[in-house]
């Protein structure tokens, strides 16, 4: 059993920057790929960004390219998010996932954190 909990949502201006971080509890960590999907209102839940179990590899959805950089701490059981140059569109709530094996299907995961509002203001 993986538990997740996710930090550093908020308000931010459009153009700016914000770091999610996801700590997940137990001795497994390193055995997960990481991913981080996003729901906004009256939307599905969408893929944001995968990291293997080891962070040697990453893949992005095509809308966050180049903005965003997911990263882990295999030591710190955490992953990040870094979120660079902020667009309205990029508002909803992120979550946090772990999956033994990843890919940027959300059926794919096993366990999912709560969730962390990103709000980002014209």
Do not use: H
């Not at 153009?15 to 906004?40: D, E, I, K, N």
């Not at 998010?81 to 667009?87: I, R, T």
């Amino acid at each position: 059993q993986v538990q997740l909990v996710e930090s550093g949502g908020g308000l931010v201006q459009a153009g700016g920057s914000l770091r999610l971080s996801c700590v997940a509890s137990g001795r497994t960590f390193g055995r997960y790929a990481m991913g981080w999907f996003r729901q906004a209102p009256g939307k599905e839940r969408e893929f944001v960004a995968v990291i293997s179990r080891s962070g040697g590899s990453t893949a992005y959805a095509d809308s966050v390219k180049g903005r965003f950089t997911i990263s882990r701490d295999n030591a710190k059981n955490t992953v990040y998010l870094q979120m660079n140059s902020l667009k309205p569109e990029d508002t909803a709530v992120y979550y946090c996932a772990a999956a033994s094996i990843g890919g940027s299907s959300s059926g794919t995961y096993d366990y999912w954190g709560q969730g962390t509002q990103v709000t980002v203001s014209s």
